[in-house]
């Protein structure tokens, strides 16, 4: 038996090839170009939606895309297709809640979606077996002893990279300064205690081994690629760049967990603890480079965000020194009589740090309303269509919500651009005016898992940089600049500020 000739046609070779051909082109047709109808309860598909990609301003212009679809439909949702697959955007106040309250829409599984994470497997219920393992997990290395245990370490480290950047002072004297890239210096501080906090001692106290990281760590950042989101099928050079950091992340992990296992040697962390209750490797290095990804780039962030709005609001920053001042009035356990202010405020114990830096909160509060700049998303997994309003999101959908809509909205933060700690004070409570008005640290099904550390981290680092230093923020010449550089509503997520800003500090106190 063989193939069947076709007499007086096509040679049985040439058939055979034809056949492929068709066979390429019909897959790369409908891997491309058929999308699933529109379900007829699904709200209004948006305009700028084109064949292949998709909708293109959604990657280009996120916040644009978004506040344009949501005016041009009558109850503000709207459908659009990234690639081939659905995605309804929700804007209107009651879908909000649905959004974060409805526990069918997947975390998970929206963001593996729609975004360029990383990707551990391919298979949904590996993904999901992770997606547990890793919210668990993260519970535990962020528990209340572990967090005690690891402050004289977390502190130790923004004074030893403080020192560093007083040691970059000219003749390291209180009269001269020096000009920082808070983006890279603070940025590295945040990393530091995140690695730190979750992941291994090993690399927080060996700085060249942090300093790979951060130099992979930011290969992965950069290189996050719409077509990645859309056809993750297609290689490409970067996300061959991209696979290849990821693995040089997990590399750096995995020796010092399987040394640790070989050897026996023990550390007081947070891989110690999965160690210790039995977890396989795999799946903490996956813990720790997840992790650092998850948290990293907000803390960086906001915590270098936070410095320069303080430096432009000399009342903000009189107020935070006030409170620095008092908690260390109030709390300092240190009993030695020549203790310095910094040793002094190395020894506030945490509940303190927890609860008595309510000037910081508000600062870091809206430092993330102004920050948290791009879309949140997730899919849903009921396996039916869920009832929004009088609309409905399609089972299997995707659901994107972008954080300005409400942390841009005139009507709840009146002047919505300004950095302005007040909103938040009693009388004006501008983020209690609506159900879900303050998105800033997730709400509903999925509030931020980090928040008590990540919050800490910001605490220790503003209130030791600004008692240590006296500093402004200025362009990279060092001339100081008064108005804020504003920041980019497009962007996919937390960012630098372009053009750079820089500070330019002097020392104030010993460290
Ligand atoms: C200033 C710093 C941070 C900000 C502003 C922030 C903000 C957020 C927000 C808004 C969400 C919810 C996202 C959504 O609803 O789609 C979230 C979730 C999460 N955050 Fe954070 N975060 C920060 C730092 C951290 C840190 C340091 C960690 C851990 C090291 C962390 C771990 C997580 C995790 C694991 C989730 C997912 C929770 C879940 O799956 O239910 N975050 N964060």
């Not at 951060?214 to 991209?242: C, E, N, Q």
């Not at 009146?414 to 209690?432: F, H, I, L, Q, V």
Request: positive net charge; aromatic residues 12%; hydrophobic residues 40%.
């Amino acid at each position: 038996m063989g193939w069947p000739n076709i007499e007086g046609a096509i040679p049985r070779p040439y058939l055979v090839l034809h056949i492929i051909f068709i066979f390429i082109c019909f897959t790369t047709y409908n891997k491309l170009f058929s999308r699933p109808s529109l379900h007829p309860k699904a709200p209004p598909l948006t305009h700028g939606v084109y064949p292949i990609v998709g909708a293109l301003k959604f990657f280009t212009h996120r916040w644009d895309f978004f506040r344009e679809a949501a005016r041009a439909s009558p109850t503000g949702n709207f459908s659009f297709f990234v690639g081939r697959k659905p995605v309804i955007g929700l804007t209107a106040e009651a879908s909000r809640q649905v959004f974060f309250d409805n526990r069918h829409f997947g975390f998970a599984e929206g963001y593996d979606g729609l975004a360029e994470g990383i990707r551990l497997t391919q298979k949904a219920a590996d993904k999901m077996d992770f997606s547990k393992f890793f919210n668990s997990r993260m519970v535990r290395v962020l528990r209340t002893d572990a967090m005690q245990r690891n402050l004289p370490k977390l502190i130790g480290d923004v004074r030893a990279r403080l020192g560093d950047l007083a040691v970059a002072i000219p003749n390291k004297g209180f009269e001269t300064e020096a000009v920082v890239d808070p983006f890279d210096d603070i940025f590295k501080i945040a990393f530091q205690l995140t690695i730190r906090s979750v992941g291994c001692g090993d690399i927080a106290d060996d700085l060249e081994l942090m300093g790979k990281m951060i130099h992979w760590y930011h290969l992965v950042d950069s290189l996050t690629s719409p077509t990645a989101v859309i056809y993750p099928w297609i290689p490409t050079w970067g996300m061959f760049k991209r696979t290849v950091a990821v693995m040089r992340l997990f590399e750096i992990v995995k020796k010092i967990g399987d040394e640790r296992l070989r050897t026996g040697k023990r550390g007081e962390d947070a891989m110690q603890i999965m160690i210790d209750q039995g977890d396989d490797m795999g799946h903490i290095v996956g813990f720790v480079v997840s992790g650092l990804l998850a948290g990293t780039i907000n803390s960086g962030v906001n915590a270098s965000w936070i410095l320069i709005f303080l430096s432009l609001n000399p009342y903000w920053m009189t107020k935070v020194r006030d409170e620095v001042q008092a908690a260390i009035r109030t709390h300092a356990t240190t009993t030695d009589p020549n203790a310095t202010i910094v040793e002094k405020l190395a020894s506030v114990p945490l509940e303190a740090w927890e609860s008595d830096f309510p000037t910081i909160e508000v600062c870091l509060r809206e430092c993330i309303r102004l920050t948290a700049t791009g879309a949140t998303f997730r899919r849903n997994t009921s396996g039916q269509d869920i009832q929004v309003g009088s609309e409905v999101v399609p089972k299997d959908a995707y659901v994107a919500y972008s954080f300005n809509d409400i942390h841009q909205n005139p009507s709840v933060y009146p002047n919505p651009t300004k950095w302005d700690p007040d909103r938040y004070s009693e009388g004006r409570a501008e983020d209690k005016k609506r159900q879900y008005a303050y998105l800033g640290w997730g709400v509903g099904k999925h509030p931020c898992l980090g928040i008590r550390f990540a919050k800490l981290e910001q605490y220790l680092i503003v209130a030791l940089f600004t008692t240590v230093f006296d500093y402004v923020a200025c362009d990279s010449k060092g001339n100081p600049i008064t108005t804020p550089t504003p920041i980019d509503l497009n962007a996919f997520s937390a960012r630098r500020p372009e053009p750079r800003v820089y500070l330019k500090y002097k020392l104030k106190e010993k460290i």
